[in-house]
């Protein structure tokens, strides 16, 4: 799967994301601040956790599987 749909929690909206371009989970977290207007607040790592639901239904850390 290359795409996926995000959401921030409390927001009803999801936007669609290319995997594909990204090259690690730094660049997801620059691009997940610069889509839902953080101001950086998503890469300092203070305010949020980045978590995913993974084939099986469970919820994930964003980290805890390496990048393939």
């Known amino acids: ?3 996926c749909e995000v959401q921030m929690h409390g927001l009803r909206l ?3 994301m290319d995997l594909t371009v990204l ?3 730094n660049e997801l ?3 997940l601040d610069k889509i839902f207007d953080l101001k950086g607040q ?3 790592g203070h ?3 980045i978590v995913y639901i993974d084939n099986e239904g469970d919820m994930m850390l964003v980290g805890e ?3 393939p």
Do not use: H, N, T
């Open 23 to 25: 090259d690690g989970y």
């Open 1 to 3: 799967m290359s795409s």
């Open 47 to 49: 305010l949020w956790e």
């Open 65 to 67: 599987d390496p990048w």
């Open 14 to 16: 999801c936007r669609a």
């Open 29 to 31: 977290m620059k691009e």
């Open 42 to 44: 998503l890469c300092a």
